[in-house]
């Protein structure tokens, strides 16, 4: 009896010690890293940095892009998508919002639900819903479907 105690003691500390330390579990860290990933991404939208934006999505000609029942496939594809829908208009890109939950599904895959919300210089404010599949791959953690939609 005394050694299973003891055991549950070391056991009991071994995790107080691991939750003081900043350390983090590894499906706690691939929500980590993906929060960065989308954090620099919304940064990079309100500089009016698309490039940066795009930064944070799989550089492939099979990322998937669905936005209000139309599918884009490619990165190239859906960089064109945001150049003609936010940089060719005379109100530019706006400020995002977003807010969105991550969830780890596999060792190298994350799940994002949210909101997504602009600010636009004319006064308009489109807001809506997306879904994000973020897979890690050898260059990092990168957006591999993203499906968003406005209201």
Same mark, same amino acid.
């Given at each position: 009896?005394?050694?299973?105690?003891?055991?549950?003691?070391?056991?009991?500390?071994?995790?107080?010690?691991?939750? !003081?330390?900043?350390?983090?579990?590894?499906?706690?860290?691939?929500?980590?890293?993906?929060?960065?990933?989308?954090?620099?991404?919304?940064?990079?939208?309100?500089?009016?940095?698309?490039?940066?934006?795009?930064?944070?999505?799989?550089?492939?000609?099979?990322?998937?892009?669905?936005?209000?029942?139309?599918?884009?496939?490619?990165?190239?594809?859906?960089?064109?998508?945001?150049?003609?829908?936010?940089?060719?208009?005379?109100?530019?890109?706006?400020?995002?919002?977003?807010?969105?939950?991550?969830?780890? !599904?596999?060792?190298?895959?994350?799940?994002?639900?949210?909101?997504?919300?602009?600010?636009?210089?004319?006064?308009?404010?489109?807001?809506?819903?997306?879904?994000?599949?973020?897979?890690?791959?050898?260059?990092?953690?990168?957006?591999?479907?993203?499906?968003?939609?406005?209201?």
């Amino acid at each position: 009896m005394r050694k299973v105690r003891f055991y549950g003691f070391v056991a009991a500390i071994l995790i107080i010690a691991g939750s !003081l330390s900043g350390t983090t579990t590894p499906g706690a860290q691939a929500t980590v890293d993906v929060r960065e990933l989308v954090d620099k991404q919304v940064a990079a939208w309100n500089h009016g940095d698309l490039d940066g934006y795009m930064a944070g999505y799989w550089k492939s000609d099979r990322l998937s892009f669905f936005s209000n029942a139309k599918e884009t496939l490619g990165w190239q594809q859906t960089l064109e998508h945001y150049r003609e829908r936010y940089q060719k208009n005379k109100n530019g890109m706006g400020r995002l919002e977003l807010i969105i939950q991550l969830e780890q !599904l596999d060792n190298d895959l994350v799940l994002g639900k949210g909101e997504w919300r602009l600010s636009m210089p004319g006064g308009t404010h489109p807001h809506g819903l997306t879904t994000i599949v973020v897979r890690k791959l050898p260059e990092g953690w990168r957006i591999v479907h993203d499906h968003s939609s406005a209201d």
